[in-house]
């Protein structure tokens, strides 16, 4: 049985203790915060016991105080291996190697998983699910622990990657970071809106700005740890808006077309489901009353038709006690689908 000690009872800590205490291990927290402690171990994330020599150390800390934390792990527990869960790699890496740490029993990891919300409170046990948790071994790295860290993460029923740090923070500049910033700009737009003006927001700018609802305080720390990369892509994202204005203010056509086509396929880039090619599926818009029971009836009914849902989204309607489910669906479902629906009564959206 492993011997683990996670240092950080916040939302990852919390959930790394639910994961890793499910497959058997002995998980230990530590937090500066007793009350962060007692709700994670009230929720079965692990004890708060001493744990003299853990085998595996996992700093789940902000930001800012990632390379202190592991630093000190390293030194009071100088067997363990000692790993991380941050969102950024190369300024911890640089910070120890400034003070001589030993990096050879350092693993270095991000999880990318998350949630709007923080603590240990909203910690779950399957929050690293099928999510991608990276790696990012350097050249002192033990290719034992990094074998070991990487058999703890597949555990959780995550998705191990390699990657270089450096390769790392440009990718989740890119994919991460960068969006948080649009997010939270496009959000901070509705500051002083009128609220008549708010009223008519419906699902597209609900879904541009969902992240925008994240701790200011986290991301402050985060984009900062990166903030070469993070310039890099913000400084290409003004470029553009810079052109579109042009475009805009010129009457330009053509011009604020190709930009909104090279947001097509941008678009098109990202992996579609399990990890592979984007498809193409077809939207089947149904209306469903606002009250217990309507969502597992219309799945119910996709299920008796033996159509698959690939993808589901939900549109609250403005005024009315009552929403519309868009259900994505491969191309030779959809007619099936939609027959079986008005059959059963249900109503359909275009």
């Given at each position: 049985?492993?011997d683990?000690?996670?240092r950080?009872?916040?939302?990852?800590?919390?959930?790394?203790?639910?994961?890793?205490?499910?497959?058997?291990?002995?998980?230990?927290?530590?937090?500066?915060?007793?009350?962060?402690?007692?709700?994670a171990?009230?929720?079965?994330?692990?004890?708060?016991?001493?744990?003299?020599?853990?085998?595996?150390?996992?700093?789940?800390?902000?930001?800012?105080?990632?390379?202190?934390?592991?630093?000190?792990?390293?030194?009071?527990?100088?067997?363990?291996?000692?790993?991380?869960?941050?969102?950024?790699?190369?300024e911890?890496?640089?910070?120890?190697?400034?003070?001589?740490?030993?990096?050879?029993r350092?693993?270095?990891?991000h999880?990318?998983?998350?949630?709007?919300?923080?603590?240990?409170?909203?910690?779950?046990?399957?929050?690293?699910?099928?999510?991608?948790?990276?790696?990012?071994?350097?050249?002192?790295?033990?290719?034992?622990?990094?074998?070991?860290?990487?058999?703890?993460?597949?555990?959780t029923?995550?998705?191990?990657?390699?990657?270089?740090?450096d390769?790392?923070?440009?990718?989740?500049?890119?994919?991460?970071?960068?969006?948080?910033?649009?997010?939270?700009?496009?959000?901070?737009?509705l500051?002083?809106?009128?609220?008549?003006?708010?009223?008519?927001?419906?699902?597209?700018?609900?879904?541009t700005?969902?992240?925008?609802?994240?701790?200011?305080?986290?991301?402050?720390?985060?984009?900062?740890?990166?903030?070469?990369?993070?310039?890099?892509?913000?400084?290409?994202f003004?470029?553009?808006?810079?052109?579109?204005?042009?475009?805009?203010?010129?009457?330009?056509a053509?011009?604020?077309r190709?930009?909104?086509?090279?947001?097509?396929?941008?678009?098109?880039?990202?992996?579609?489901?399990?990890?592979?090619?984007?498809?193409?599926?077809?939207?089947?818009?149904?209306?469903?009353?606002?009250?217990?029971?309507?969502l597992?009836?219309?799945?119910?009914?996709?299920?008796?038709a033996?159509?698959?849902?690939?993808?589901?989204?939900?549109?609250?309607?403005?005024?009315?006690?009552?929403?519309?489910?868009h259900?994505k669906?491969?191309?030779?479902?959809?007619?099936?689908?939609?027959?079986?629906?008005?059959?059963?009564?249900?109503?359909?959206?275009?």
């Amino acid at each position: 049985m492993t011997d683990i000690l996670i240092r950080g009872a916040g939302l990852l800590g919390t959930s790394l203790g639910l994961a890793l205490s499910q497959t058997g291990a002995r998980t230990f927290l530590e937090d500066r915060d007793p009350g962060a402690v007692a709700t994670a171990v009230g929720m079965g994330a692990g004890t708060d016991a001493d744990c003299p020599a853990p085998e595996v150390v996992f700093v789940a800390v902000p930001p800012d105080q990632i390379a202190r934390e592991v630093a000190a792990a390293l030194t009071r527990f100088p067997q363990a291996t000692v790993s991380d869960v941050g969102s950024v790699k190369s300024e911890p890496i640089a910070a120890l190697a400034a003070v001589a740490a030993d990096l050879s029993r350092y693993v270095g990891g991000h999880p990318m998983a998350g949630r709007e919300i923080s603590g240990a409170a909203a910690g779950r046990g399957d929050l690293f699910e099928d999510r991608p948790w990276i790696l990012t071994p350097v050249a002192d790295t033990d290719p034992q622990r990094l074998a070991q860290v990487s058999g703890l993460a597949q555990s959780t029923h995550a998705v191990v990657r390699l990657m270089d740090p450096d390769e790392h923070d440009r990718a989740v500049a890119l994919c991460s970071h960068a969006p948080q910033v649009v997010a939270s700009l496009l959000a901070a737009q509705l500051l002083g809106a009128s609220p008549a003006d708010v009223s008519v927001a419906g699902p597209g700018v609900r879904d541009t700005t969902r992240i925008a609802a994240s701790d200011p305080d986290l991301w402050a720390q985060i984009l900062l740890a990166n903030a070469e990369h993070v310039d890099a892509h913000m400084s290409r994202f003004a470029d553009d808006v810079i052109a579109f204005r042009k475009a805009l203010v010129g009457g330009d056509a053509s011009g604020v077309r190709a930009l909104l086509a090279r947001g097509v396929e941008g678009r098109g880039m990202l992996p579609g489901k399990h990890g592979g090619e984007a498809a193409d599926f077809v939207t089947v818009s149904v209306v469903i009353e606002d009250a217990p029971g309507q969502l597992a009836a219309l799945f119910q009914r996709a299920g008796e038709a033996d159509v698959n849902l690939e993808d589901v989204r939900i549109e609250h309607t403005l005024g009315r006690l009552r929403a519309i489910a868009h259900l994505k669906v491969r191309p030779d479902s959809d007619q099936r689908l939609r027959e079986s629906l008005v059959t059963g009564g249900w109503h359909l959206r275009g």
